[in-house]
C-alpha cells in the first residue's frame, strides 16, 4: 500500500506564515501548525473577575444553540474489524517541539504543593472562597486543567466552608471520580484513598466515616437520596461537568434546588437571591463547575446564581484540522498516530474513538505496524481504555510510561472530561463517539441503543485539553475546521434522549413525579408514558401510577428494572442463585459471547458444550457455571484466558459479573432474599423469572411463522446469534431488539406460553 498522509492544517482565519521547511526534505508537509485556542483568549478579565451574570467568557457564538444540534451521521461508515494495511511514512510535523518533558509526575508531597500552588485557579483562591462563602449557589467556569476538580473541594474544606459536613464532588464517570480521588488524597498527603478523600461508584466505594472529600458519581449521589432526602450528609454539592448534562446530573440539580430551599429556609427570601441566610442549621452550598457550559442556563434555573469564570489554562495546546474530511476514522488515527510516533519528541498520544471494537480494530492494526519498526524506534505501549473494561486494566493507562517507549492510549469518551493521564502530550480526535438513545418507544417497550455519531464542540475541546495538562500539547483533529465549526455546541440532555424507567421508579420512591417536576429541560410526553407503561408491566406501580411495596424493592437494586423484576420473581421461584448469575452478565457493560458474523459457526461448534437449546440465557448460565469450575480448578491465569478465548467468551465480561455479582447478593442479603437458593437443574423457574421481567420484551408465534411482539405490532425475527435461531416456539423472551433491515430480537429465551398467564399487567392488557 502507497504510504498516504492525513494532511492537517490550521485555521483559515489566522494564515500561518509559510512554512520554512527544511528544504532537504522534499516530502509533502502534512501538519500546519495553528496557535493553542480556537477560542477568543482577549475578551477575559482578570482571574475570577467575572461577576456580570451572562458573560460567556468562552466566546461561544450561539450559547442556546444546543437544541438546534445538528446530527452528523454521515461520517460513520461500516468498517471491518481488519487490521489495516496502511500507513503514513516519513511525513513529519514541521514543528520543532521543546522536548521539556511532562512536569506533573513528580509525586513527592513538596513537589505536589508546588504544583498546586501554580495552578491558574490557585491566584484566584481568596475570591473564590469569599464568592462561595457570600453565595447559596456559585456556577464556576475554567478551563480544563485550570484546578476546578481537584482544588476547589480542596479549597472548600481548608476554608471551613463544609462546617463538619462532607463534600460532594459528582463526576459522570466512574473512572473520573476513583482516579480524582486518588489524586487528590496524595495531595493532602493522605496514605490511602477512603480516609480524608474517598469515593463512591456503582459497585464500589471507598469512604469512612473520617471522609470530607467524596468524589463520586453523579448516579451514586441520585440514590443516596433514597436513604437520605435531603442530602443531610453534604454541606457543599460540587456538581462537576455539568456539560455533560446527564440524566443523572439534571435529576440531581432538580433535587439539589428543592433541597437547598428547605435546608437554607430559603422560603423567606422571596426574591430567591440565593443569598445565604446564615440562620439555618445545616444550610447546603451548590457549585456548579465545567470547561465548556451554557452558564447562563444553568445561573437562570438557580434563581439568577453568580457566575465565575477562573482565568487561564495551564498549558498551550496547538490544533491541528485534517485539510479533509476522513471517511475511515479508524484508519486515519492509526496513521496519524505513526506520523506522530516516528516524527515527534517523547510524550504519551491518546487517541479518542467511539466505542470498544473501534479501540479493538485499532490496538490491531497498530500493534501490527509496531512490530514493522526499526529495532531502533521507541517502543508503543498500548492501552484501550473504554467502560466495560475489567477492574485494574485502567490501572496501566495511569501508570508511568517505561523509558524508551510510547504509551499510546485508545478510549472512548469516558477519558474525556476530568481526568489527567501522566504523560499525555498528543491527543488525536477522531471526531466521534457513541451517543445513548431510545428507540422505537412505538412498537412497545422501547430501549436505549448506541449510535455512533459526530462530537459537538464541547467534546472537540475538552479533548484537545487532555493535552495540555501538564506541559504543552498538540491535538490532531481528524476533521476539518468546517466540520468543526457546524459541529453542535454541546451533546442534548440525556433526559431528552434516553430510558426514563429507571429514574421515574426512583422518583417515585421519593414521592416525586417526574413529569411535575423543576427540571432545566422537560423530556417528552411519549418517553414518559413509555417508561410508566414499562413500571406498569413490572407491577412496579399500580394502576393509579402510584409505587408498590414491589416497585420499592425493585428500587433498592443497582440494576435496571427489568433486571431487578426478575431478581425479586426468583425469589418465589426458588432459583435465586441462578437469576443472579445471568443477570450479572447481563448487566456487564459487554457482551458474553463474541459475535463476529464471519466465525459464528466455529464459535457456536466451540460452545456447544454449554449452548442450552432454547435459551440464550441458560446458555449464558451454563457458560458462567463452565467458567466458575475453570476458576475454581488449578487454572492459571493465562489458562483461564485461553480457555474464554477457545470458547469465545469475552472474559472481561465474566469479571466484571463476577463483581456486580457480589453486590447483588449483598443487596439480597440486605432485603432478606436468600441468594443461595437454587432450583439445581430445572430450568423452568429460571426462565419463569426471566420472564417476569421481560415481559414486555416478549413476542408470540403467529401461524405464518413470524414473531409478533405481544407489546407492540412489530413483526421481529430472531437473531442469527441466537440459539433460537431459525427455530419455532410458541413464545419467546428477548434482552433487546436490534434494527437492521429487519428488526431482530437478541438474547432470546423460548417461554411457556402458561407463564404469561401470570403476569398480571400483561393478561389485563393482552384481554
Ligand atoms: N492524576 C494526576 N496526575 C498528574 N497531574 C494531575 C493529576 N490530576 C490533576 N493533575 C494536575 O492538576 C491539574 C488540574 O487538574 P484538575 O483540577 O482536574 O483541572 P480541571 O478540573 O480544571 O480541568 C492538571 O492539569 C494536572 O496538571
Ligand atoms: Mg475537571
Known sequence: MPSKVIRLMRDSKNAYPPQKAKKQNSKKVPWVDVSDDERDDRRRKTPLGVKANGHQPNGHPHPHSHHHQREQEGRNHKRHKKARHSMGTGAGLVEEWSTAGPSGSNGTAAA???????????????????????????????????????????????????????????????????????????????????????????????????????????????????????????????????????????????????????????????????????????????????????????????????????????????????????????????????????????????????????IESLEKSIKLFANQLPKDEMEVLICPMYAAQAPGQNAKVFAPTPSNSRKCILSTNIAETSITIPGVKYVIDTGMCKEKRYLARDTGGGFDTLLTKAITKSSAMQRAGRAGREGMGACFRLYTEDAFNNMALAPEPEIMRCSLTSSILQLKCLNQNLEELDLMDMPDVDSISSALKTLWLLDAINPNRELTPLGLQMALFPLEPIHARAVLASRENGCTLEVLDIISVLSASSKLFVDITEQRETAAEARRMFTHPSSDHLTILNAVRAYGEIVAGSAGKAARKDWCRKHFLNERTLLEASEIRVQLRQTCGRMGIDWKISCGDKEEPVVKSLAYGLAQNSAFLQPDGSYKQTMGQSVVKIHPSSVLCEKKVPAIVYDELIFTNQIYARGVSSVPKTVFAGIGALNRRIA
Open 112 to 358: 505536589l504543593q508546588e504544583q498546586r500552588r501554580n495552578l491558574p485557579i490557585a491566584k484566584g483562591r481568596e475570591a473564590l472562597i469569599q464568592e462561595i462563602r457570600n453565595n447559596d449557589v456559585t456556577v464556576l467556569l475554567g478551563e480544563t486543567g485550570s484546578g476546578k476538580t481537584t482544588q476547589v473541594p480542596q479549597y472548600i474544606l481548608e476554608s471551613g466552608l463544609a462546617r463538619t459536613g462532607m463534600i460532594a464532588v459528582t463526576q459522570p464517570r466512574r473512572v473520573a471520580a476513583t482516579s480524582l480521588a486518588a489524586r487528590v488524597a496524595a495531595e493532602k498527603n493522605e496514605p490511602s484513598v477512603g480516609r480524608l478523600v474517598g469515593y463512591a461508584v456503582r459497585f464500589d466505594e471507598r469512604a469512612g466515616a473520617q471522609t470530607r472529600i467524596k468524589y463520586m458519581t453523579d448516579g451514586m449521589i441520585v440514590r443516596e437520596l433514597l436513604s437520605d432526602p435531603l442530602l443531610s450528609r453534604y454541606s457543599v454539592v460540587v456538581v462537576d461537568e455539568a456539560h455533560e448534562r446527564t440524566l443523572r446530573t439534571d435529576l440531581l440539580l432538580t433535587n439539589l434546588k428543592t433541597i437547598q430551599r428547605t435546608r437554607n429556609g430559603a422560603g423567606k427570601d422571596e426574591a430567591g437571591t440565593g443569598k445565604g441566610k446564615g440562620k439555618a442549621e445545616n444550610p447546603l452550598k451548590i457549585v456548579i463547575m465545567s470547561a465548556t457550559l451554557d452558564a447562563e442556563k444553568f445561573s437562570k434555573f438557580f434563581n439568577n446564581a453568580k457566575i465565575l469564570y477562573v482565568k487561564g489554562r495551564q498549558h498551550p495546546v496547538k490544533i491541528y484540522y485534517s485539510s479533509e474530511g476522513q471517511t475511515d476514522y479508524v484508519d486515519s488515527a492509526m496513521r496519524t498516530f505513526f506520523q506522530v510516533h516516528t516524527d515527534q519528541p517523547p510524550g504519551d498520544v491518546l487517541i479518542f474513538l467511539p466505542g470498544q471494537e473501534d
